[in-house]
Nanobody, 122 residues
Framework: QVRLVESGGGLVQAGGSLRLSCLAS????????MGWFRQAPGKERDFVAG????????LYIDSVKGRFAISRDNAKNTVYLQMNSLKPEDTAVYYC???????????????WGQGTQVTVSS
């Protein structure tokens, strides 16, 4: 069983920054691809960014390219999402998830955290 715990969310003004963290336990973290997803009220859960087990491959949705950066520290069993130049439309609950392979499809991810709220005020 894998346990994922997100942290780092909060309230920030537009243009500000936040760094989300996701701590994994209970499984060989270094063998999993990791993804960050977000879900706004009344909307589906969408892929935001993902990183391969080695960190050598990353994926981003177009709307966050150049603003967000995903990284991982396998020695600390942690994946990060650095979010800069935040916009009100980035407001959502952010979730991390683990899967064997890097994919943008949320249905392929087997393990999920509980989520952390990010609110960007205008």
């Amino acid at each position: 069983q894998v346990r994922l715990v997100e942290s780092g969310g909060g309230l920030v003004q537009a243009g500000g920054s936040l760094r989300l963290s996701c701590l994994a336990s209970g499984r060989t973290f270094s063998s999993d691809a990791m993804g960050w997803f977000r879900q706004a009220p009344g909307k589906e859960r969408d892929f935001v960014a993902g990183i391969s087990w080695s960190g050598g491959n990353t994926l981003y949705i177009d709307s966050v390219k150049g603003r967000f950066a995903i990284s991982r520290d396998n020695a600390k069993n942690t994946v990060y999402l650095q979010m800069n130049s935040l916009k009100p439309e980035d407001t959502a609950v952010y979730y991390c998830a683990a899967n064997i392979m890097l994919t943008m499809n949320p249905s392929r991810y087997n393990y999920w955290g509980q989520g952390t709220q990010v609110t960007v005020s205008s």
